[in-house]
């Protein structure tokens, strides 16, 4: 029996590596999903095959609640509200690894010293991930607006941090005592939360994916104290994929992993190195329709509000028409656009838009310069010029899409304020910048039948 669960281990591996190597292209995407959702479950239920298992109806019944309530908010939940979903459901993995350390550390004397350090480290990134992966969430729901900051709020996080080590160090070496126990996670929560409640909501798409990372780090841990290869499996392919996924969005945005976790970017809105020149320039959606109507290519870039005003579609619909005026469209997809990764390309999908008028940063932005009309809709930081110009601006080095480059440029915005991060924005001062004021959707839908009036 042993050798036959171990083996139904291994096809579930090979089911993971192969479902995330799908989910690399949008067009392979969902079925790398299905892949890796059958090997959980061959996973699943080789588990329930081992001789020693205890307390199988509790297990059943656990994973009748979390299906039914998995499917039914996944169901349910708006696309804009992905974002936040993917970091509480992230945030549950880390804190079903604590709580399987938290289990394994009473059992005093059923583990060696290395298991029960294990235990712990892998107790300690749990814990770390569930807390932090809370705030992360409450500040994407818009229940946290402000990033906060304590007086030695650093200071106050390494002591957090100490105590965790120093108690964690005690259960491993000395006596994993209950009381002990308690007083480490405890400050392990703390300081997730802590190390969270600082970073600024521009900030969140590297933040998601570096709890995600620490959650499959975790959970692979926890495999190694329970000898459950599926889990260790599970959990390096998780830790792997999201710590690559955390440099390239660290990298994206020019900026070290520290600088995230310890900067005050995304934190505030200050504006006194950040003060423009010129003035900002309306148009009418009419005259906008026109404009590219008669353009020979078209490059949108989409930003978080698109997702809020959920336009996608109504841009599908603009698309079309212009595609059949002959109108060359193409998607500038910047990596860090919206509040997690790949966040407009789900929306895209889902609106229609085919895989191969979407483009990445580097394989668009030479286009630019060719481009007659850039449609800049939601997105802030990732055209803002200043990145390149200005060396006293926060985002000074990110890399961006050049939207400045182009022809002629059409921002819509709901009103003048300033993006997410607080940053102001030089590209809607710029003479050839035309800002278009309103709800996203209603714009985009009087685009179209400007477009049509033509």
């Known amino acids: 029996m042993d050798n036959l669960i171990e083996a139904i281990y291994f096809v579930a591996a090979f089911l993971f590596i192969f479902g995330l190597k799908r989910m690399s292209s949008p067009a392979t ?10 090997g959980m479950m061959a996973a699943t239920l080789a588990t329930f095959a081992i001789p020693e298992l205890e307390n199988i109806a509790l297990m059943l019944v656990a994973i009748i609640m979390g299906s039914v309530i998995a499917y039914v908010s996944g169901k349910r939940v708006a696309m804009t509200d992905m974002p936040q979903m993917i970091a509480l459901y992230n945030g549950m993995g880390g804190g079903a690894a604590a709580a399987i350390a938290a289990v394994e550390l009473v059992k005093t004397g059923e583990h060696n010293i290395v298991h029960m350090n294990l235990a712990v480290l892998g107790a ?35 002591f957090l941090f100490t105590i965790t080590v120093v108690s964690g160090v005690y259960i491993g070496f000395v006596d994993p005592n209950v009381t002990v126990i308690a007083i480490f996670f405890v400050m392990a929560l703390v300081f997730g ?36 290869a599926a889990m260790i499996i599970a959990g390096t392919v998780v830790g792997s994929a999201g710590t690559l996924l955390t440099q390239l969005m660290a990298r994206a945005m020019n900026r070290p992993i520290t600088n995230v976790l310890f900067s005050s970017f995304g934190a505030s809105g200050s504006t006194s190195e950040q003060e423009v020149e010129g003035a900002l320039k309306p148009i009418d959606a009419d005259d906008a329709g026109v404009m590219m109507a008669f353009a020979n290519k078209v490059i949108i870039v989409p930003g978080y509000g698109m997702a809020v005003a959920q336009a996608q579609h109504k841009i599908w619909e603009l698309s079309k028409q212009l595609i059949d005026r002959d109108v060359t469209v193409k998607f500038a997809i910047h990596p860090v656009a919206g509040r997690m990764p790949g966040h407009m390309n789900v929306l895209l999908a889902e609106a ?15 286009e630019f ?54 940053i102001e924005n030089a590209l809607f001062y710029d003479d050839k910048t035309r800002m278009l004021y309103g709800d996203g959707q209603e714009m985009v839908g009087e685009l179209v039948q400007g477009v049509k009036s033509v």
């Open 29 to 38: 995407a969902r079925g790398g999903i299905l892949w890796a959702g059958a």
């Open 124 to 158: 300690l990134i749990g814990a770390i991930s569930f807390s932090g992966s809370l705030i992360a969430f409450a500040k994407l729901q818009g229940w946290l607006r402000k990033a906060v900051r304590l007086p030695m709020m650093q200071m106050i996080n390494l």
């Open 193 to 228: 939360v802590m190390m969270t409640l600082p970073i600024g909501g521009a900030d969140m798409p590297v933040v998601i994916s570096l709890f995600n990372a620490l959650t499959g780090l975790a959970v692979a841990l926890e495999g190694f104290v329970l000898n459950n």
């Open 352 to 366: 229609g838009v085919p895989y191969d008028l979407i483009y990445d940063l580097d394989e668009i932005n030479e």
């Open 369 to 422: 310069v060719n481009c007659d009309v850039a449609l800049v809709i939601g997105a802030n930081d990732v055209v803002n010029p200043m990145a390149r110009s200005n060396p006293e601006s926060p985002i000074y080095g990110m890399p961006i899409l050049d939207a400045d480059k182009a022809k002629n440029i059409i921002v819509i915005k709901r009103g003048q304020g300033t993006g997410f991060s607080g």
